[in-house]
């Protein structure tokens, strides 16, 4: 069974980081491409940030320069770093993990970022 948990989540001034985690069991972590989204009240889920199997990344165009995704191939773990929050980077982080062979994503439970302004 494939799981992903999130962690790292929190309540951030403005200006702030914020560090998040996600960690990958029951699927090897050599087929899958991992990415990080996000899903504001009331608006659709978009992409944050991607990292394919072979480490080549792409960001929002509106966290360009302010986040880095990064991933632990050893600890099955992907990461993003995330400096100068801004307001509307609030809302609940989702991990996922997309299986390149079969074409199907998993995703984590989610978690909360709220900046305060």
């Known amino acids: 069974q494939v799981q992903l948990v999130e962690s790292g989540g929190d309540l951030v001034q403005a200006g702030g980081s914020l560090r998040l985690s996600c960690t990958a069991s029951?699927?090897?972590?050599?087929?899958?491409?991992m990415g990080w989204y996000r899903q504001a009240p009331g608006k659709q889920r978009e992409l944050v940030a991607r990292m394919s199997r072979g480490g080549s990344s792409n960001y929002a165009e509106s966290v360009k320069g302010r986040f880095t995704i990064s991933r632990d191939n050893a600890r099955n773990g992907v990461y993003l770093q995330m400096n100068n929050l801004k307001p509307e980077d609030t809302g609940v982080y989702y991990c996922?993990?997309?299986?390149?062979?079969?074409?199907?994503?998993?995703w984590g439970q989610g978690t909360q970022v709220t900046v305060a302004s």
């Open positions: 996922d993990a997309y299986n390149v062979f079969k074409g199907y994503a998993y």
């Open positions: 029951g699927i090897a972590f050599s087929i899958i491409d």
